[in-house]
T-cell receptor, first 113, second 112 residues
Framework: AQTVTQSQPEMSVQEAETVTLSCTYD???????LFWYKQPPSRQMILVIR??????QNATENRFSVNFQKAAKSFSLKISDSQLGDTAMYFC??????????FGKGNQVVVIP | DTGVSQNPRHKITKRGQNVTFRCDPI?????LYWYRQTLGQGPEFLTY????????KSRLLSDRFSAERPKGSFSTLEIQRTEQGDSAMYLC??????????FGPGTRLTVT
C-alpha cells in the first residue's frame, strides 16, 4: 500500500512569516508527478503546486515552493509571506500508480494576524 | 472553463436508502476520479474512468457502490442500502492526462 507521511498535524504561523510542511512517501515509480493541495474551510481541494520527479529544479509558484529530494522520497512545501487566506489543510499527494493520487492525513496551517 | 461541478452539495438520507451523486468534469478532460474523504483524513481513492471505461476500482468500493460514466462526460456514483459508515464527503476530480487532478466541491453525505 502507498504510504504518505505528513507529520506536524497542526501548525500556527504569524502573518508574513514562513512555514514549512514536511512529507515523505513511498513509491516504486521512477517518473512521476507530486502535488500539494490546499483545502480551506470551504473544503474544495485546490492545487497549490506540482513537481515533476525527473526535474532536479524545485518547483516554485509565487509564495509557494517545494524542496524535493527524490532519493529520500521527501517533498516539503514552504509557504513564504504567509497570508490569512493560507489558513487551510494542506495535503501532500504523490502518485499511486498512474490512475490515482495517494493523500496524506494533511497538515492544518493556521495563519495568525 | 467552469471547473468540476458536483450535485447535490449535501445529502441527508436514512439508513437503507439509495443515493446517487453526479459529477460534471472539466470539459475535454477524459479522466475522471472519485474519492471519499472522512473527517480528519485525506481523500481515499474509489474509482477511475478514462472516457467511458471504468479502469480501476479500489477495494473500498464495495458491491453496494456503483459508478458510471455512460458517454464519457458526466459520471454518477450510486450507493445502495446506505449505512452510517458511508457518511463522508464524496469528491470528484478530473484531469486531461495523468498529471494534476482538479477537484469539485464535493457532496457531503450524512446517513442517519
Amino acid at each position: 500500500a502507498q504510504t504518505v507521511t505528513q507529520s506536524q498535524p497542526e501548525m500556527s504561523v504569524q502573518e508574513a512569516e514562513t512555514v514549512t510542511l514536511s512529507c515523505t512517501y513511498d513509491t516504486s515509480e521512477n517518473n512521476y508527478y507530486l502535488f500539494w493541495y490546499k483545502q480551506p474551510p470551504s473544503r474544495q481541494m485546490i492545487l497549490v503546486i506540482r513537481q515533476e520527479a525527473y526535474k532536479q529544479q524545485n518547483a516554485t509558484e509565487n509564495r509557494f515552493s517545494v524542496n524535493f529530494q527524490k532519493a529520500a522520497k521527501s517533498f516539503s512545501l514552504k509557504i513564504s509571506d504567509s497570508q490569512l487566506g493560507d489558513t487551510a489543510m494542506y495535503f501532500c499527494a504523490p502518485p499511486y500508480g498512474n490512475n490515482r493520487l495517494a493523500f496524506g492525513k494533511g497538515n492544518q496551517v493556521v495563519v495568525i494576524p | 472553463d467552469t471547473g468540476v461541478s458536483q450535485n447535490p452539495r449535501h445529502k441527508i438520507t436514512k439508513r437503507g436508502q439509495n443515493v446517487t451523486f453526479r459529477c460534471d468534469p472539466i470539459s475535454e478532460h477524459n479522466r475522471l476520479y472519485w474519492y471519499r474523504q472522512t473527517l480528519g483524513q485525506g481523500p481515499e481513492f474509489l474509482t477511475y474512468f478514462q472516457n467511458e471505461a471504468q479502469l480501476e476500482k479500489s477495494r473500498l468500493l464495495s458491491d453496494r457502490f456503483s459508478a458510471e460514466r455512460p458517454k464519457g462526460s458526466f459520471s454518477t456514483l450510486e450507493i445502495q442500502r446506505t449505512e452510517q459508515g458511508d457518511s463522508a464527503m464524496y469528491l470528484c476530480a478530473s484531469s486531461q492526462t495523468y498529471t494534476e487532478q482538479y477537484f469539485g466541491p464535493g457532496t457531503r453525505l450524512t446517513v442517519t
